[in-house]
């Protein structure tokens, strides 16, 4: 849905931001769980700050060309499908999967996903979280701005077991920041390559 909805309990997203509830059952949310659990999580660093997030990447990762990510888990599979399916595009066009594991208390700070990728699709597991949307201004615009502080635009709850997709407007003109979250969340996230 976009943000031009007529819908006045259409959650206040931009537009190319699709979103549905009660993606996956409450069983395969477990099932989920239990292997990422067992995992190998890494530390993230972004823009020189160690994030307070954990992550498991695989397949074309940020920089294939520094570290090799391992392929796709199996586990993840069947999931990738139902995503792909439901963006309506081939499973293997996701190349990449990101697992985040996000202990109580963690956020992700504003940014854009990565250049080099186009759609990007992620489910939420465990526990809801807010994502916060705000329109995105290149590093050297923000070097112009007249000091006054940017705040989001938009915002939707992301739900446990919800998925959300981002394209258009959505991925390429607006940033996103996940403010901290209450509880163990883990949130599994799908891009394809830009053509």
Not at 18 to 37: C, K, T
Not at 112 to 117: E, G, H, I, M, V
Not at 138 to 162: C, F, Q
Request: glycine share 8%.
């Amino acid at each position: 849905m976009s943000s031009g909805s007529s819908d006045l309990f259409a959650p206040d997203v931009p537009d190319g931001f699709r979103y549905q509830s009660n993606f996956i059952g409450i069983d395969e949310e477990a099932l989920l769980a239990e292997e990422i659990h067992r995992l190998r999580f890494s530390t993230f660093e972004m823009r020189g700050v160690v994030a307070r997030r954990r992550v498991a990447f695989f397949g074309k990762s940020y920089d294939a060309t520094i570290v090799a990510s391992p392929t796709v888990p199996a586990f993840l599979m069947p999931l990738r499908g139902a995503v792909a399916a439901w963006a309506g595009v081939e499973a293997q066009a996701f190349e990449m999967a990101l697992v985040n594991e996000y202990a109580s208390g963690a956020p992700i700070g504003w940014h854009r996903d990565a250049p080099q990728y186009e759609l990007v699709a992620g489910v939420s597991l465990l526990s809801s979280c807010r994502m916060k949307f705000r329109p995105y201004v290149s590093p050297g615009a923000r070097l112009k701005h007249d000091g006054h502080r940017r705040v989001a635009t938009h915002e939707i709850t992301l739900e446990p077991r919800s998925v959300y997709l981002m394209t258009g407007p959505a991925r390429q003109e607006y940033e996103h920041h996940i403010p901290a979250v209450g509880a163990l969340r883990y949130s599994i996230t799908f891009r394809t390559l830009r053509s």
